[in-house]
């Protein structure tokens, strides 16, 4: 998308024609279910599953309501050990260089503290959106049409087709947004909440980009330190499309999935839609064959 709208194409365009990918697949999934596009089910709402939809409008409200309460339970420390982790890594091998520090290229402390927070706040509002739209709206209709495991899938796909026009995306990026996007989903269904994967993917963006000045899918963006990446080890660190696409972060995904798993199990529901709201109970996929075991 960066790319396009580079080449000419105005952000709205670019938009309007991914969108309407998104839309053709949710409307054929929703027709094939006589369901209306307009019906979402968020089961994060604080009453728990409901017996019936509700409309969207209804569910992006209680989600703004939501915000104070479920903010304080997002943490992105995480997020930020693993870029640290990465960064620390990165340079003892030589594969970065530090060029310089934020505060030595501005004029003004506080214009570069300014600017460097607005990114961050840009940051929230693009991955609350990007959840909110895949793992939110459409991930949660198409749970109501088909299998987990296919609504899983296909979101993912489109959520790694969402980078594909940027700078320096490669097959490897694609795999790991892939799984990456694999792994929001069950983070999702994991805590019936869309703030866990809002505040990774936050986290995640704000830490590599904004702190340690990587690219961040093939896009720069001012921050604390900025690094020149080395040809060597580019297979590693994801060369200028950034750690996303680098064998580095494919191992963090892995781990990660297989942790998220791990918890499943421990919990011991052994299903990851037991309880998934539909709007026809006899559509529930409740039954040992129809869950994610």
């Not at 904004?210 to 963006?221: K, M």
């Not at 494919?250 to 839609?273: E, F, K, N, P, R």
Request: glycine share 10%; proline share 4%.
């Amino acid at each position: 998308m960066a790319a396009a709208v580079r080449a000419g194409e105005s952000q709205r365009s670019v938009a309007r024609r991914y969108g309407v990918s998104l839309f053709t697949v949710q409307a054929w999934a929703r027709r094939a279910q006589g369901r209306r596009l307009d019906r979402v089910d968020w089961t994060d709402h604080p009453s728990g599953p409901s017996s019936s939809p509700r409309r969207t409008d209804d569910a992006i409200e209680d989600l703004i309501l939501q915000v104070r309460r479920e903010l304080k339970e997002t943490s992105d420390l995480g997020e930020f050990g693993a870029a640290l982790v990465l960064f620390i890594l990165y340079l003892a091998l030589g594969w970065i260089q530090i060029q310089s520090v934020a505060w030595l290229d501005r004029p003004s402390i506080l214009l570069g503290v300014l600017s460097l927070a607005g990114f961050v706040l840009c940051f929230l509002l693009q991955s609350a959106g990007e959840e909110i739209i895949f793992r939110g709206y459409y991930f949660q209709n198409l749970m109501q049409c088909w299998r987990p495991e296919v609504a899983i899938t296909v979101t993912a796909v489109s959520f790694s087709l969402l980078h594909c026009a940027n700078p320096g995306f490669s097959p490897l990026g694609a795999f790991n947004i892939f799984f990456i996007g694999v792994w929001f989903a069950l983070a999702y269904l994991l805590t019936r909440s869309l703030w866990l994967p809002i505040g990774f993917h936050w986290g995640w963006n704000a830490s590599l980009s904004v702190v340690f000045g990587f690219p961040v899918s093939g896009v720069n963006f001012p921050a604390v330190f900025r690094v020149k990446m080395s040809e060597t080890g580019a297979l590693w660190t994801g060369g200028a499309f950034g750690p996303e696409g680098g064998i580095a972060v494919t191992l963090l995904t892995s781990a990660l999935l297989l942790g998220t798993v791990w918890m499943l199990h421990q919990s011991g529901s052994g299903s990851l839609v037991a309880d998934h709201a539909f709007s026809d109970s006899s559509q529930r996929y409740d039954s040992p064959s129809n869950v994610i075991q």
